[in-house]
């Protein structure tokens, strides 16, 4: 079945851990986002990619880096992760970054950091 | 950037009309979209508007003012499943999305 998948589906990390959150997607979507989820605050873009092999800074990238080796992959690190960066994490794509196509979801990863 | 505005909560009767409210400020347009997102879920895509106007998409219609930096997304003959968080996203020149904090609809029978 054609979409995004996320790994971990959750985890609880300790403090000043590395860490990375894995994105794939198999809909040759040239764009792909990653977004954090946090109450009362809404979607907010961490960093994105309009095509494989660029990479640009949303809202909220400090903490984390991200790379675009190919299409169908899209890694969100966070090199030393501190308790601030507790959230739900989702990975999205589209078929181009502009037009009418939709963002399509990954079912998110949820992240502890104690 | 982009400062999104809409209602925290919102509460209906099934079978009734909600309309949720959304403004924007923004420093370039590009779209307007509206997502659906039951708890716990990722969010899912209702409807698109990049020009004035309604559109209409079975029980669910969402209009834009570009002029007024104004849209409404209008859920019709509610049903319990649309109890939901419906969030409001503007896509900006460099086509990157912002979005509002979301709307919590419940849907009481």
């Known amino acids: 079945i054609a979409g995004i998948t996320q790994a971990p589906t959750s985890q609880i990390l300790a403090a000043g851990r590395r860490m990375t959150l894995r994105c794939t997607q198999d809909m040759r979507h040239n764009a792909m986002y990653w977004y954090r989820q946090d109450l009362g605050l809404g979607l907010r873009l961490i960093h994105y990619?309009?095509?494989?092999?660029?990479?640009g800074k949303g809202e909220v990238p400090d903490g984390y880096s991200v790379s675009r080796a190919n299409t169908d992959d899209f890694p969100l690190t966070l090199a030393s992760a501190v308790p601030s960066q507790t959230s739900v994490y989702f990975c999205a794509s589209s078929a181009l970054a502009g037009g009418p196509e939709t963002q399509y979801f990954g079912p998110g990863t949820r992240l502890l950091v104690l | 950037g982009q400062n999104i505005d809409q209602p925290t909560e919102m509460t209906a009767t099934e079978g009734a009309i909600v309309q949720i409210n959304c403004t924007y400020q923004t420093s370039g347009f590009n779209g307007l979209f509206w997502y659906q997102q039951h708890a716990g879920e990722a969010p899912t895509f209702l409807s698109y508007?990049?020009?004035?106007g309604l559109e209409e998409k079975g029980r669910f219609s969402s209009f834009l003012s570009r002029s007024k930096g104004y849209s409404y997304l209008l859920l019709k003959e509610l049903q319990m499943k649309d109890s939901a968080s419906y969030l409001c996203a503007v896509r900006d020149q460099d086509y990157k999305l912002s979005f509002g904090a979301g709307t919590t609809v419940t849907v009481r029978a």
């Open positions: 990619s309009n095509t494989a092999g660029t990479t």
């Open positions: 508007n990049v020009l004035d």
